[in-house]
């Protein structure tokens, strides 16, 4: 749970950092595999008709509310991280979890998961703790 010392970028631009760095593992052999998980909300759609039908036919299909952003496949473990921006240090040096959501989905897919001797889940707070995260997992030093 650190704060990045990029600039402040959207969830979105902290995700596509990582994955850039996910496929650098790949290509070293580091990590088998990773994908990132299409769980975005279909509701924005300006029809809600349609986002209605769209909504009932990934439920039928499989889509669970509260699956982590990305996957991970190590050689011995499975990985799920759920990405969300990074936190703001406040003055005193404590991190705020200001204006970030984990709903109470993917809190339960987390629990879940992390029942599991060989997959596991967990809350990255920006592409930095992400990254931090993906190398605890594979022993390389963040130093």
């Given at each position: 749970m650190t704060g990045s010392k990029l600039p402040n970028l959207t969830e979105y631009q902290?995700?596509?950092l990582f994955v850039s760095y996910l496929q650098k593992l790949k290509l070293e052999k580091k990590?088998?595999?990773y994908f990132a998980i299409a769980n975005e909300?279909?509701?924005s759609f300006t029809n809600k008709t349609v986002a209605i039908i769209q909504s009932n036919k990934a439920k039928a299909s499989g889509k669970k509310s509260g699956v982590s952003d990305i996957c991970i496949i190590l050689k011995n473990r499975v990985l799920f991280i759920e990405m969300k921006k990074s936190l703001k240090i406040l003055?005193?040096?404590t991190p705020s979890y200001s204006?970030?959501?984990v709903s109470d989905n993917q809190i339960k897919f987390i629990e879940t998961v992390n029942k599991s001797d060989s997959v596991s889940a967990t809350i990255c707070y920006g592409?930095?703790?992400a990254?931090?995260?993906i190398n605890l997992h594979l022993g390389i030093?963040?130093?």
């Open positions: 902290e995700q596509v990590i088998i595999e909300n279909n509701m003055k005193n040096g204006g970030i959501n592409y930095l703790d990254k931090n995260t030093n963040n130093g």
